[in-house]
C-alpha cells in the first residue's frame, strides 16, 4: 500500500492537475491509512503481551502436598516421590502421579 501511495503521489506530481492540491488526496490517504493500521497493530500486540503475561503469573506454580504428615504447599518443582498431592476440584496435575 505503501508503493500505491507513492505511485498515486507521484502520478499527481506529473500530470497536468499538480499544482492542485486536491489531486494528492488519495495518495496522502493511502499512507495516512496505513501509518494508522500500523499504529494499531503495534497497539494491539502490545496489549497481547501484557495479557499473555498476566495469564502466565495466574498459573498454578504450587500446590498442596501431605510431607511428613503435615499439608503443606510446595512449588510444583519441589514434588517429589512420596509426596501425598491434595487436589481439589479444577486442579490440575502438577507432575506423572499413581
Request: glycine share 8%; aromatic share 4%; hydrophobic share 50%.
Amino acid at each position: 500500500l505503501m508503493v500505491a501511495a507513492v505511485a498515486s503521489i507521484t502520478v499527481n506530481a506529473t500530470g497536468p492537475n499538480r499544482q492542485d492540491i486536491l489531486s494528492y488526496t488519495t495518495g496522502k490517504a493511502i499512507f495516512v491509512i496505513v501509518v494508522l493500521n500500523a499504529g494499531i497493530a503495534a497497539w494491539t500486540e502490545h496489549k497481547a503481551g501484557d495479557a499473555l503475561e498476566a495469564l502466565s503469573k495466574m498459573t498454578q506454580a504450587s500446590i498442596y502436598v501431605v510431607r511428613d504428615g503435615a499439608e503443606v504447599k510446595v512449588d510444583v518443582p519441589e514434588v517429589v516421590r512420596g509426596d501425598l498431592v491434595v487436589l481439589g476440584t479444577g486442579d490440575v496435575v502438577p507432575a506423572d502421579m499413581r
